[in-house]
């Protein structure tokens, strides 16, 4: 069983920086496939970023394209998520997930998770 736990956020004003972290207990995350994902009320949880659990492929949803960046720690047990130039509609709750996985590969889909952490509010004010 891996439990997985966000920390990092709060409240920031538009233009600001914000960094997301995940911490894994239980099992290491050198076999796990990462993603962060979003949701606000009334609307689907959405991917933002994903990593893979081997190599260095990562994905970013076009939405954050260019103004966050996921990223693991040395010790593979945590992983992060900077958010730069923020905006007022990535207000949401964040939430990690893991998935097992041995292929150099990301996963966008929320099916493909089997471990999510609890959420994180980020808001946004502009």
């Known amino acids: 069983q891996v439990h997985v736990v966000e920390a990092g956020g709060g409240l920031v004003q538009a233009g600001n920086a914000l960094r997301l972290s995940c911490a894994a207990s239980?099992?290491?995350?050198?076999?796990?496939?990462m993603g962060w994902f979003r949701q606000t009320p009334g609307k689907e949880r959405e991917v933002v970023a994903a990593?893979?659990?081997?190599?260095?492929?990562?994905y970013c949803a076009e939405s954050v394209k260019g103004r966050f960046t996921i990223s693991r720690g040395d010790d593979k047990n945590t992983m992060y998520l900077q958010m730069n130039s923020l905006k007022s509609e990535d207000t949401a709750v964040y939430y990690c997930?893991?998935?097992?996985?041995?292929?150099?590969?990301?996963?966008?889909?929320?099916?493909?998770?089997?471990?999510w952490g609890q959420g994180a509010q980020v808001t946004v004010s502009s």
């Open positions: 997930a893991a998935a097992p996985s041995d292929v150099e590969a990301v996963f966008t889909e929320r099916s493909s998770y089997n471990y």
């Open positions: 239980g099992r290491t995350f050198s076999t796990y496939a």
């Open positions: 990593i893979a659990a081997v190599g260095s492929v990562t």
